[in-house]
Nanobody, 115 residues
């Protein structure tokens, strides 16, 4: 069974940092791309960053230079380092993978950026 579980969210002041983690199981992690998405209150799901199996990355323009995606293939973890956080970064952050054309998502972790 494919499972993705996020952790590391919380309340942080503007300009602060957080590190989100995604624990993966049930599939060959090292062969799979991992995407972080977020859902802001009242908005649709936004793709934030992707790391592919070869280590190449994609970032949305809104987070480029502030967020860093990484992976640990030995232990089946993916990470999203968030820096210089802004109130508009508030939302539920989810990790996902696509296997045989089907997307699997974790339940998400809440990030709130507020003073």
């Amino acid at each position: 069974e494919v499972q993705l579980v996020e952790s590391g969210g919380g309340l942080v002041q503007p300009g602060g940092s957080l590190r989100l983690s995604c624990a993966a199981s049930g599939f060959t992690f090292s062969d799979s791309g991992i995407t972080w998405g977020r859902q802001a209150p009242g908005k649709g799901l936004e793709r934030v960053a992707t790391i592919y199996s070869d280590g190449s990355t994609y970032y949305a323009n809104s987070v480029k230079g502030r967020f860093t995606i990484s992976r640990d293939d030995a232990n089946n973890w993916a990470y999203l380092q968030l820096k210089s956080l802004k109130p508009e970064d508030t939302g539920i952050y989810l990790c996902a993978t696509r296997l045989s054309g089907k997307d699997y998502w974790g339940p998400g972790t809440q990030v709130t950026v507020s003073s």
